[in-house]
């Protein structure tokens, strides 16, 4: 039978995997790349494998010590199930030798790194985030595209946090979904099931819109978002979506975007987590919880179920502190006034009238005369 070189160059995998469904195709891609990964640092042909090579594949998998032995079944059957689908037949994950290997992965594999937890964002990253944005929306037309992408990850992860949205919905809300009217109000409507505040109908889609009044904050993120929206239409005329600029809208969009706001904030999560899409509604949840907010209004604005048990189970972390920042944020759910605007004051000379101008003259010409520096 024809050799096929590892890493399967004619993409034959590629196609016989779409004969799968979605969950399975993304699963068993991703374990099948994981062995291709090994043959290629081991200099092996994963198509045709050998029993040999799959017994070290799973030593290496062992001391990578990131995959249980109860979870080992995808990484073998894929190996299987690709040089079936692709005429071969030997089972290379079948035999003595990989049933060995097996019985001995749980007692020599190293004990399994956790995966880093996943914290809550602080409500200070998402203001250090408002005041980037505050900074950048002052530049050029020219300069600010330059930043776009940089932008397009501040806001969203700022709208994100404040409704406590899925990420989701965020990085796929469609150009009508906020609603710009800064005489009245700043409106984000995001897709939901939840059609009704005292519902929780699954089957019937629905628009739920979160509104905040006229303030001196929100005009601030209303003028933010129209700057971006007015400079994103202006590079990408044909978006469907209002974080898209050009690319493919995608429902993990978000997880992208994360990282890019995170640096241009100097942010960084301490050793033991990381922060993640989830830390974003876990944030909001408890920031306005221990603001005192209602359940029934905090999951409404969120989006949640009104009779959900998994909020505080999942989400709410008890031990958040209010803070300046979560004030500066959600002060308005619990009627706190505004926080006060920094209103630029022109500086006023100290010598306004004619005669005070000329003295001012005077000096300046005559100190050069007398040595003053």
């Not at 037949?89 to 060995?100: D, E, T």
């Not at 992860?157 to 990420?167: A, F, L, N």
């Not at 994103?232 to 898209?244: E, G």
């Not at 990282?259 to 306005?288: E, I, T, W």
């Given at each position: 039978?024809?050799?096929?070189?590892?890493?399967?160059?004619?993409?034959?995998?590629?196609?016989?995997?779409?004969?799968?469904?979605?969950?399975?195709?993304?699963?068993?891609?991703?374990?099948?790349?994981?062995?291709?990964?090994?043959?290629?640092?081991?200099?092996?042909?994963?198509?045709?494998?050998?029993?040999?090579?799959?017994?070290?594949?799973?030593?290496?998998?062992?001391?990578?010590?990131?995959?249980?032995?109860?979870?080992?079944?995808?990484?073998?059957?894929?190996?299987?199930?690709?040089?079936?689908?692709?005429?071969?037949?030997?089972?290379?994950?079948?035999?003595?030798?990989?049933?060995?290997?097996?019985?001995?992965?749980?007692?020599?594999?190293?004990?399994?790194?956790?995966?880093?937890?996943?914290?809550?964002?602080?409500?200070?990253?998402?203001?250090?985030?408002?005041?980037?944005?505050?900074?950048?929306?002052?530049?050029?037309?020219?300069?600010?595209?330059?930043?776009?992408?940089?932008?397009?990850?501040?806001?969203?992860?700022?709208?994100?946090?404040?409704?406590?949205?899925?990420?989701?919905?965020?990085?796929?809300?469609?150009?009508?979904?906020?609603?710009?009217?800064?005489?009245?109000?700043?409106?984000?409507?995001?897709?939901?099931?939840?059609?009704?505040?005292?519902?929780?109908?699954?089957?019937?889609?629905?628009?739920?819109?979160?509104?905040?009044?006229?303030?001196?904050?929100?005009?601030?993120?209303?003028?933010?978002?129209?700057?971006?929206?007015?400079?994103?239409?202006?590079?990408?005329?044909?978006?469907?979506?209002?974080f898209n600029l050009g690319e493919k809208a995608r429902g993990d969009a978000f997880?992208?975007?994360?990282?890019?706001?995170?640096?241009?904030?100097?942010?960084?999560?301490?050793?033991?987590?990381?922060?993640?899409?989830?830390?974003?509604?876990?944030?909001?949840?408890?920031?306005?919880?221990?603001?005192?907010?209602?359940?029934?209004?905090?999951?409404?604005?969120?989006?949640?179920?009104?009779?959900?048990?998994?909020?505080?189970?999942?989400?709410?972390?008890?031990?958040?502190?209010?803070?300046?920042?979560?004030?500066?944020?959600?002060?308005?759910?619990?009627?706190?006034?505004?926080?006060?605007?920094?209103?630029?004051?022109?500086?006023?000379?100290?010598?306004?009238?004619?005669?005070?101008?000329?003295?001012?003259?005077?000096?300046?010409?005559?100190?050069?005369?007398?040595?003053?520096?």
């Amino acid at each position: 039978m024809e050799r096929i070189a590892p890493g399967d160059p004619d993409g034959l995998t590629d196609w016989i995997g779409q004969s799968l469904s979605a969950g399975s195709y993304r699963t068993y891609g991703g374990t099948w790349r994981m062995f291709q990964k090994y043959c290629d640092e081991a200099g092996v042909c994963s198509l045709p494998a050998t029993s040999y090579t799959v017994a070290c594949y799973l030593k290496w998998l062992g001391e990578r010590g990131t995959v249980q032995k109860k979870s080992l079944k995808p990484y073998l059957s894929v190996i299987n199930t690709v040089h079936k689908d692709l005429g071969y037949r030997q089972r290379p994950a079948i035999g003595a030798l990989v049933k060995s290997m097996k019985q001995a992965y749980g007692r020599k594999v190293i004990r399994i790194r956790p995966a880093p937890r996943i914290l809550v964002m602080p409500a200070r990253i998402i203001l250090d985030m408002w005041r980037r944005v505050e900074k950048l929306t002052a530049l050029p037309d020219l300069e600010y595209i330059t930043k776009l992408p940089e932008i397009r990850a501040l806001l969203a992860c700022i709208v994100c946090y404040i409704t406590g949205s899925r990420p989701s919905s965020i990085a796929l809300l469609p150009l009508t979904g906020v609603a710009f009217a800064l005489g009245s109000e700043l409106g984000i409507q995001r897709s939901y099931v939840k059609t009704a505040p005292d519902a929780c109908d699954f089957d019937v889609p629905g628009r739920r819109t979160v509104s905040w009044p006229v303030t001196a904050t929100w005009q601030t993120l209303g003028r933010m978002l129209i700057r971006y929206d007015r400079m994103r239409r202006r590079v990408c005329s044909r978006a469907t979506h209002f974080f898209n600029l050009g690319e493919k809208a995608r429902g993990d969009a978000f997880a992208r975007w994360l990282p890019v706001a995170l640096r241009a904030v100097g942010a960084a999560a301490p050793p033991n987590g990381h922060y993640a899409p989830k830390s974003f509604r876990s944030g909001f949840a408890s920031v306005v919880t221990a603001m005192n907010v209602s359940p029934d209004r905090r999951n409404y604005i969120a989006g949640w179920a009104a009779n959900s048990h998994a909020v505080g189970t999942h989400y709410v972390d008890n031990s958040v502190v209010v803070d300046d920042a979560a004030r500066f944020l959600f002060g308005h759910l619990i009627g706190l006034p505004p926080p006060p605007v920094e209103v630029p004051v022109a500086p006023v000379a100290p010598w306004s009238s004619p005669l005070a101008n000329l003295a001012s003259r005077l000096v300046t010409l005559v100190s050069p005369l007398r040595g003053d520096t």
